[in-house]
């Protein structure tokens, strides 16, 4: 196996630039994203903005919320070109990975159980289902909600019987989602919803065999981290050929990457990094490792929406800044839809910045997610450095809570 060493600055960089956030928005469209980056992790949380959104919008020109419902489901102009699958979170990836998956959604279906095939009782069910989706086309679960009974979902809360078992049938590539509204899901069947997904299920002999889709899954998934450090059977399924050690300077314990990333690990000369700042996603990839941000950007990090209250050190739903190749701070937000408002909870600084020093970035990185998300008023509820304030408040409407 090949070993390099490099510096942290290094490698700061490296991992900038995997994770398109270079410049920002550099990235054409929703579907480059989604290519350049693996997959998009969703989640239906919208407390400033849901997570998906909150990725690509530094990344992707012009981004809105549309443009990725568009590349999910299609618009008039163009058919879909990615598809929504556990890997092994709620995420948003790229057409060609759909044949990857295809037997697995098979296996689910040889032997009952609550995230396998379906139960005796659940046939008549889905039979129900799929012939209220012929008559009606796309529909939510909500509709036929109280006709089936309810159940304990795999979270241990109450759920319909007809929702666990349309959870299934789109594990088991029965169903597709036509679209959604409030991040609810419209199904339908596969074929009508993505005819060129559907004709991977009609032969076997078309697919992928077992230990190429081993090798591609787990290539994708580490392709994702950039930099890591392989579980065991990683190794097994790709052979140690496949990867470089990195040993970084001042680090005891080395990262990896993939072999073919080794040439991307030794930035230009010239290349300066990104001045803009950038508030990132709570599951940003470039901060989704939490023991790299640590030893990398010496950035602790942990997100706490389901730390209970009294045990959170930063917050409910906290977003790291990044300035440059440096992670600096951290602000919690809430979007307050009633009154128009993006709320800061607080916004604190790592110990060795001066506020003042980046006072106005870190305003306008605020300034720009208050226009992304279309609110007319920042207001400050909790700490916040002075500086900040000040430059808020000659960027756009803002006003302190009154206490």
Known sequence: MQTIRIPKETARAFLIRAFALESWQ???????????????QEDSIPICGRMHDLILWPRVKDYTPQK????????????????????????????????YFVRRKKARTQTPGRWEGLLPEEEPVAEAFLAALDTHGPLSTRRHGNDFGHMLSGWGTRSTVISQVAEKLWLHGKLGIAHRKNFERYFDRLERVAPELAQWHADDATLPEPEETARYLARKRLKAKALFRPRRDDFATLGESAFCKVEIEGLT???????????????????????HGRLLAPLDPLIYDRQRNREIFDFDYTWEVYVPAAK???GYYVLPILLGDRLIGRVDLKRETKTDTLQVLSLSLENSLEAQTVAET??????????????????????????????????????RAKR
């Open 253 to 275: 314990k080395p990262w990896y990457c993939l072999i073919e990333d080794i040439l991307h690990l030794s930035p230009p000369s010239s290349q300066v990094p990104c001045a």
């Open 26 to 40: 550099s990235l054409p469209d929703t579907e480059a994203a989604i290519q350049r980056l693996e997959f998009v």
């Open 362 to 399: 870190v305003a306008l990185c605020l300034k720009n997610l208050a226009s992304f998300l279309e609110v007319s008023q920042v207001i400050i509820m909790g700490t916040c450095p002075v500086a900040i304030c000040k430059s808020l408040a000659s960027l756009l409407d803002i006003r």
């Open 68 to 99: 990725l419902a568009d590349t999910l489901y299609g618009s008039e102009s163009s058919p879909a070109s990615a598809f929504e699958i556990h890997f092994p979170n709620l995420a948003a990836l790229p057409h060609a990975d759909y044949p």
């Open 312 to 314: 959170r050190k930063w």
